[in-house]
């Protein structure tokens, strides 16, 4: 059976929110404060927030800063997987990669198609481990945010999740998840 264990203990993650725009400020970033939300509603800590633009090196400066933080466990990016020029956040991520999650990815555009339609394939959502921490790129929209987190991340980052759940893979955490 797949679902929330309520017969066992939460165990809260420490999740940074990197909104990757060369518009949105802190009062106008409303898919990472959505991010933010959900994530400390569910129990989860915020770890970090940041706003960087969209350039490859100003996003990697950011994400390998978190990495490098035993504080941090997750990191959600939100914008840049798009198609205009200056979407660039796969290609800032990719190389850092050890290794891909690929069904994030399916599971998003399954997810997102239920409500954008066929419109779902304008984005390169994106997940993978840099060195132990995960790291979930999602579009920039606050609805693919919504998307990514109530119909994925607020299950997979729970470690009430059967048959399993990416907590059990935090290195602080390896051992205490079912």
């Known amino acids: ?27 106008t970033d409303s898919s990472g404060a959505l991010l933010i939300e959900r994530l400390t509603a569910a129990g989860h800590d915020l770890a970090g927030r940041a706003i960087v633009r969209d350039e490859v090196e100003a996003i990697r400066d950011r994400v390998l800063a978190w990495v490098a933080d035993p504080g941090v466990d997750i990191i959600l990016t939100t914008g840049g997987t798009g198609f205009t ?15 891909e999650m690929d069904g994030f990815s399916v599971v998003f555009h399954g997810v997102s198609q239920a409500n954008v339609g066929v419109s779902t394939l304008q984005s390169r959502a994106l997940a993978g481990q840099i060195d132990e921490t995960f790291i979930f790129c999602i579009p920039g929209s606050t609805g693919a945010c919504r998307d990514a987190w109530d119909g994925i991340l607020s299950l997979e980052l729970d470690s009430r999740y059967k048959p399993c759940s990416l907590a059990g893979q935090v290195p602080r955490l390896a051992g205490l998840c079912a």
């Open 85 to 99: 020029r200056r979407d660039v956040t796969p290609e800032a991520v990719r190389p850092l990669l050890r290794r």
């Open 1 to 27: 059976m797949t679902g929330i264990d309520e017969s066992l203990r939460f165990l809260p993650l420490r999740i940074a929110v990197l909104t990757v725009s060369d518009t949105r400020d802190a009062a």
